[in-house]
């Protein structure tokens, strides 16, 4: 799993006490002086032509290159496209999902203006926060999505997936252990700072939440905005700029669903909500 993955390069040559030095974009590469080139924990930056130089006592040839492209953007079945932020062994979209569309290319059902036609939703459904129009707010803010859509598991492009209750628990454990809490602390759950964005939140005097000076916000690169929520009782819209909430693809029975948010007063990130599946929350992907 990515960054996991590793691209091996191999150079077939013939010739007595052959050397090998392979090179990246013409710089050699210190170590790699074997036949074979394994480029581990592949990251972005490893983007890039690679070939090797054989040489003997009867002199030098350098190999036809080989071009290794690292994707940092992913494109959904609308079209949009989303940056992408490396976390531990996890790469996640920057950007909360849009799409209107399922992978397969059918229209996701837009349920708007209707309040009670949301209120009464329990098959899949989208909306936008206040059913904006703007397409500047949508790539800002992302869609609202009810858990049925999300459990069609048409939401996400080939590669990546709507992030199980277990996919969250590895984010959550890996910026826990590596510093990520706002005391700098490897001990509890104080890492909301690290994933709010500096932008959005309303403030809060409470030590150490997203609120609190938010040009401390955000080092993890997660970019999390406070995008509300729609209710499923009523069909309204409510505590855009105080709350982000995201699905998980994880039921915990027929009437509810596991998901996961942040508090414009709150340290930690709340894992394991029991969340009633008509509710439409924002949807981040991780790659499989």
């Known amino acids: 799993k990515y960054p996991l993955d590793s691209v091996t390069f191999t150079v077939n040559a013939k010739g007595a006490e052959l050397h090998y030095q392979w090179q990246k974009d013409g710089a050699s590469i210190d170590g790699a002086t074997n036949q074979t080139f394994t480029e581990s924990r ?4 490893d983007s890039g032509q690679y070939q090797c130089v054989v040489s003997n006592l009867g002199g030098s040839v350098t190999s036809e290159p080989a071009r290794l492209t690292v994707k940092t953007t992913v494109k959904d079945a609308s079209g949009n ?33 209707d309040t009670s036609g949301w209120a009464t939703l329990n098959t899949p ?5 206040n059913n904006h129009t703007n397409p500047d707010y949508h790539v800002k803010w992302g869609a609202l999505y009810n858990w049925y859509a999300v459990n069609t598991g048409k939401l996400a492009p080939e590669g990546w997936r709507v992030p199980t209750n277990a996919d969250w628990a590895i984010l959550e454990k890996y910026l826990k252990e590596n510093g990520y809490n706002y005391d700098g602390t490897i001990n ?25 000076n938010l040009g401390k916000n955000n080092s993890s690169g997660f970019s999390a905005l406070p995008g509300g929520f729609r209710r499923n009782i009523c069909g309204n819209f409510y505590r855009q700029g105080i709350n982000g909430d995201w699905w998980s693809t994880s ?23 029991r969340t009633h599946k008509g509710l439409g929350f924002s949807v981040r992907l991780v790659r499989d």
């Open 188 to 212: 509890g759950n104080k890492i909301a700072k690290s994933m709010a964005a500096r932008t959005d939140w309303e403030t809060s005097t409470e030590i150490g939440a997203i609120g609190n």
């Open 251 to 273: 039921e915990m029975n027929e009437l509810y669903a596991y998901s996961c948010g942040l508090s414009h007063d709150g340290e930690n990130l709340e894992r394991t909500y």
């Open 42 to 45: 592949i990251v972005f930056s």
């Open 81 to 113: 496209v989303y940056t992408l932020v490396i976390i531990g062994t996890q790469v996640w979209t920057v950007e909360n999902l849009r799409t209107t569309r399922y992978n397969d290319g059918t229209a996701i059902p837009h349920v708007v203006p």
């Open 125 to 129: 459904g989208y909306c936008f926060y």
